[in-house]
């Protein structure tokens, strides 16, 4: 199987910067698409920005211009620079990762337990 490890959450004040990280381990063969989801208390878990394996870039529309999702596939991670932070990107932040199981071929799509990030007016 495969997991996740994500980091780089915490408390910032409006305006400032976070970087999380999402590293994948396991029997893996190869990553394809890498995403960060986000989620509020009530409410759904949402996009926040997708990288496939061509470099295919998505952001979600509340984060343009302020979120950059990259990956480095060398070391299976997925990176979410997160600049000019506001009171409401306050959510938990999840790491989604679709890979191809070694040995098998089977596709996996794998969760992070999620990181707390909270910005402070």
């Known amino acids: 199987q495969a997991r996740l490890e994500e980091s780089g959450g915490g408390l910032v004040q409006a305006g400032e910067s976070l970087r999380l990280s999402c590293t994948a381990s396991?029997?893996?063969?190869?990553?394809?698409?890498m995403a960060w989801f986000r989620q509020v208390p009530g409410k759904a878990r949402d996009l926040v920005a997708s990288?496939?394996?061509?470099?295919?870039?998505v952001h979600g529309d509340s984060v343009k211009g302020r979120f950059t999702i990259t990956r480095d596939d060398a070391k299976r991670t997925v990176y979410l620079q997160m600049n000019s932070l506001k009171p409401e990107d306050t959510a938990v932040y999840y790491c989604?990762?679709?890979?191809?199981?070694?040995?098998?071929?089977?596709?996996?799509?794998?969760w992070g337990q999620g990181t707390m990030v909270t910005v402070s007016s």
């Open positions: 989604k990762v679709e890979a191809v199981q070694r040995g098998t071929y089977r596709l996996l799509v794998v």
């Open positions: 396991g029997n893996i063969f190869s990553i394809d698409n």
């Open positions: 990288i496939a394996s061509d470099g295919t870039v």
